[in-house]
């Protein structure tokens, strides 16, 4: 059922000169939920269009399970694409719009109407099959683009930013349903977004795109825990990014606010968690214990969000929220820095 | 005395739009209506009592008994409209579709290149047509070569003639709103058709046509109608053998007055046309368009 797909050196020129993807090699594992994030205007949709067959690389090849398919028009691939927009046939009713792939490729009218009749119920829009699409909400419009392309049996099913028109309530649900969706048909699922959170809230594994290329490709925990560019780590709001001034005997790192020890690898900067600094009122102890200043405490419910200056380098602190003190602005405390567990990241 | 104030602001405001309306289209078709009914009189002029006259003469029943032509002219009229209207769509289509497809940069000097003819006054527009279609010109000599017509005789004056000047005269009026409708296809749908498995021509029918369709019924109703009472196309180009509805009433009114027969002709012009445009509303109300807003 489920398929991999694969880009291989994809590069993609508009007749304008824009360059939309420039060298992208992905590999999709099949049965798997996959999400491409980055930044608007990266090439995500591009990409996509490529996978699907709507748009034709301006040079490399697309693979689905191992067959070159670059040559494969759209109709003759078994991928089907949420868009960006829906694009639902604005002309025609729900249920007409959810049978459509079914009708084209001359599929009986008995056998359509039980079909969508199915999806419908499985999405939960079966009310709304005599609708047309002027009426629906943006939630219900989701469910029926989702449906159009599902109904089809896809072996790779493309999501193109299908949560992005959404408010953030019926996002998280919606989110959480598409996994289940995945879940249960096991296809393959290629999620496109630029929330850092939901691609990694859904993903099995995720890309990482920046200006038509992919910066990586991991698991969310490999992406959080070791982003391969200080842009990556930037682009996902990790944290604190300390720029690395030079090294010094027995592991001494010199950076600008202070000198750290036992920092294994070599990199141009120094990532640190915020949730991974220590704040304490006790007084320095340990040799990667520096002193800060507290600058702003944000009250965010589960944690505290702690703005620090430490000899005029900023630093964030995210403590959990034990119930106990809350450091005031204005406050000199101690913050311990985990170098065991800190990155170091190449520019 | 405070709550008035809105209400004299809103008849001050309405006031011009109000008055044009009164005079220019109320006034007159009061007019035009109690002509239609009035007897003839001396010089052709309306005179009272009210009679059915001018209306059973346009019919057909004269003197000599019941003659068709007045209803020839009449059908005629409607047919080459039709023709012309259905060649113009033909045209209009494809042209609208490549320069509406066309990217921004060559959209302008496209429908630059499209309307500027029509800058020209319509009579010289005819005119030229006239000496195009002339007796040995090249198309007429072409037309000659195949057999169509005669050597000596020319393309003009001709119902040929006639439809030829009503396309060329109102294709901008079915282009233009094509453009427009072309512009505003959602590109997104027919990625989506392609992307379910519609081929070509199934794109064009699921996905292009139906969110261009409202655009050739705007432009059936700037063509068809105008071109229904069309006056200096068939004057200039028909040589009166094929006497349309605009000429026929335009002769009522000059020459052998008689303005109840005209009065009556132009009134039947109106209630064809409005048969027309609800038929068009019909068509549009069912296919929800974005249409409605104009009808
Ligand atoms: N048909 C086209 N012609 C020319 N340039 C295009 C075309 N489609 C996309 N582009 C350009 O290619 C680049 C990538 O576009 P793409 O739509 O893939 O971005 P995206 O990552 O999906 O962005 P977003 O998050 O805003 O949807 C952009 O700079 C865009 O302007
Ligand atoms: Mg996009």
């Not at chain 1, 193109?160 to 598409?178: K, M, V, Y």
């Amino acid at each position: 059922m489920a398929s991999n797909v694969g880009l291989r050196a994809v590069d993609k020129t508009f007749a304008d000169g824009t360059r939309a993807l420039d060298g992208v090699d992905l590999d999709v594992p099949g049965g798997q939920l996959f999400t491409v994030l980055g930044p608007s205007g990266c090439g995500k949709s591009t990409a996509l269009a490529i996978i699907a067959g709507l748009d034709q690389p301006t040079s490399g090849h697309v693979e689905i399970d191992g067959r070159d398919v670059t040559n494969l028009p759209a109709h003759r691939r078994q991928v089907n694409t949420v868009f960006q927009s829906y694009a639902l046939f604005e002309h025609m009713n729900v249920a007409d719009n959810i049978g459509f792939g079914l009708r084209m490729r001359g599929v009986k009218k008995p056998e359509i109407r039980r079909a969508v009749e199915d999806m419908a119920g499985f999405l939960r829009i079966r009310a709304l099959l005599r609708s047309r699409i002027g009426q629906l909400s943006g939630g219900e419009r989701q469910r029926v683009a989702l449906a159009r392309a599902l109904v089809n049996a896809p072996r790779v099913l493309l999501l193109d930013e299908p949560l992005s028109a959404l408010d953030a309530e019926l996002r998280t649900a919606l989110a959480d349903e598409l996994a289940d969706v995945q879940r249960a048909l096991g296809i393959t699922l290629v999620f496109v977004t630029h929330d850092q959170a939901e691609a990694m809230k859904l993903g099995d594994r995720m890309a990482v795109m920046q200006t038509g290329r992919i910066v990586q490709t991991d698991t969310p925990r490999g992406i959080y825990e070791k982003p391969a560019t200080a842009w990556l780590a930037r682009f996902m709001g990790l944290g604190n990014l300390w720029p690395i001034r030079g090294y010094g005997a027995d592991g001494r790192v010199y950076l600008d606010f202070t000198t750290l020890f036992g920092l294994e690898a070599e990199g141009d900067y120094v990532l640190v968690r915020p949730e991974m600094i220590a704040l304490t009122t006790a007084p320095p102890r340990g040799p990667n214990d520096v002193t800060a200043d507290i600058v702003q405490a944000v009250f965010a419910g589960p944690s505290i969000d702690y703005r620090l200056h430490c000899n005029g380098q900023r630093m964030r602190v995210l403590a959990p929220n034990d119930g106990r003190m809350i450091h005031a602005p204005g406050t000199c405390v101690t913050a311990r820095i985990p170098v065991e567990r800190a990155a170091l990241i190449n520019a | 005395m405070r709550e008035r104030r809105p209400v004299r602001c809103a008849i001050l405001l309405l006031s011009p739009g109000v008055v044009w309306i009164l005079f220019a289209l109320v006034l007159p078709s009061v007019f035009l209506i109690a002509f239609a009914f009035a007897t003839v009189g001396p010089y052709g002029l309306p005179h009272w009592p009210p009679s059915v006259s001018a209306i059973k003469r346009l019919a057909g029943f004269g003197m000599l008994g019941w003659s068709p032509d007045n209803l020839i002219i009449l059908g005629r009229s409607a047919v080459e409209a039709g023709l012309a209207t259905l060649a113009v769509i033909g045209i209009a289509y494809p042209v609208a579709g490549f320069v509406g497809l066309c990217s921004s940069r060559w959209r302008l000097p496209l429908v630059f290149l499209l309307i500027a003819p029509s800058w020209t006054n319509q009579v010289v527009r005819a005119i030229a047509w006239m000496n195009l279609l002339a007796p040995h010109t090249p198309l007429s000599t072409l037309a000659s070569s195949l057999g169509f017509i005669s050597q000596s005789v020319g393309l003009v004056p001709s119902r040929f003639a006639v439809f030829v000047g009503l396309v060329y005269n109102f294709l901008p009026f079915m282009v233009l709103p094509l453009i427009v409708a072309f512009g505003r296809v959602d590109r997104a749908q027919i990625r989506a058709a392609r992307d379910l498995y519609a081929g070509p021509i199934r794109v064009f029918s699921h996905a292009v046509w139906p969110q261009t369709r409202s655009g050739v019924l705007i432009g059936t109703i700037l063509v068809a109608i105008p071109a229904f009472g069309m006056y200096t196309v068939p004057r200039l180009l028909g040589g009166g053998q094929s006497m349309m509805i605009g000429e026929f009433i335009a002769a009522q009114f000059a020459g052998g007055a008689d303005w109840p027969l005209g009065a009556a002709a132009a009134l039947s012009l109106m209630a064809l046309t409005m048969i027309g445009v609800a038929i068009l509303r019909r068509l549009a109300v069912e296919s929800a368009d974005d249409l409605r807003v104009l009808l």
